[in-house]
């Protein structure tokens, strides 16, 4: 089946740096990939779309300048944490379709999640 | 406005009994499409179920079955002979299309656990 890989699961990082996390379709190309975070006993909140070539859609109230997202391949796509503060600190998860607008028939793939930890 | 809704923040079942966590949704939308998930204490997110808006029968995954009625706009998940292991977060979601992008969209979730 479908798998995403996300690197890495687990970072700790100082306040003021920043931090990518990868997020990579291994056996399929991901027309589109979300992001999306999860704060502790939380839902999941979508923070942006991306379509491979094209710049993000972000949800409203999310920073663009501070989550910078990159869609460059049909396999890759990365979240940039920038100038990262112990309030960005949650559980980042991706997920990846195949397939475009409207196509019903393809499912969406999750990566394992990244657990950001910002000090 | 709330397009997903799961009313039970959490819900305890006996192992081998069976348990329905419920979602409804809204949506203006024709075609449409509603997950659920099951995310254990990892984090990882597990699909269980499938059912799309015109699919006329109930879908069935082995254990999880989705009881889908769409007047009442709920989808709810009956997860038949407990096991231990099915104690996690369950989330339902909705494929919503906006613009050019099918986008899912979660509920706030329901904690389930399975006792002895």
């Known amino acids: 089946g479908a798998v995403v890989s996300q690197h890495p699961s687990r970072v700790i990082c100082k306040s003021g740096t920043s931090v990518k996390i990868e997020c990579r379709s291994l056996?399929?190309?991901?027309?589109?990939m979300f992001w999306y975070r999860q704060f502790p006993k939380q839902s999941l909140m979508l923070m942006a779309t991306?379509?491979?070539?094209?710049?993000?859609?972000?949800e409203q109230g999310v920073e663009k300048d501070k989550f910078l997202i990159n869609h460059a391949s049909l396999t890759l796509s990365t979240l940039t944490v920038t100038s990262a503060h112990p309030e960005d600190s949650s559980f980042y998860i991706c997920?990846?379709?195949?397939?475009?607008?409207?196509?019903?028939?393809?499912?969406?793939?999750f990566g394992s999640g990244t657990r950001l930890t910002v000090v | 406005a709330q397009k997903i809704t799961q009313t039970q923040p959490g819900m305890f079942v006996q192992e081998k009994e069976a348990v329905t966590l419920d979602c409804t949704y809204d949506?203006?939308?024709?075609?449409?499409?509603l997950f659920w998930y099951k995310q254990p204490s990892s984090g990882e997110m597990i699909f269980l179920i499938y059912?799309?808006?015109?699919?006329?029968q109930n879908a069935t995954e082995g254990r999880y079955s989705l009881n889908f009625q769409k007047a009442r706009k709920s989808a709810n998940l009956v997860i038949s002979a407990s096991q231990l292991g099915d104690s996690a977060m369950y989330f339902c979601?909705?494929?919503?299309?906006?613009?050019?992008?099918?986008?899912?969209?979660f509920g706030t979730g329901t904690r389930l656990q399975v006792f002895p």
């Open positions: 997920s990846a379709r195949e397939g475009h607008t409207g196509d019903m028939g393809y499912g969406y793939t």
């Open positions: 056996d399929f190309q991901a027309t589109t």
């Open positions: 991306s379509n491979e070539g094209s710049k993000a859609t972000y």
């Open positions: 949506t203006s939308d024709q075609s449409y499409g």
């Open positions: 059912q799309g808006s015109y699919d006329e």
């Open positions: 979601a909705m494929r919503e299309t906006f613009y050019n992008t099918d986008k899912l969209i």
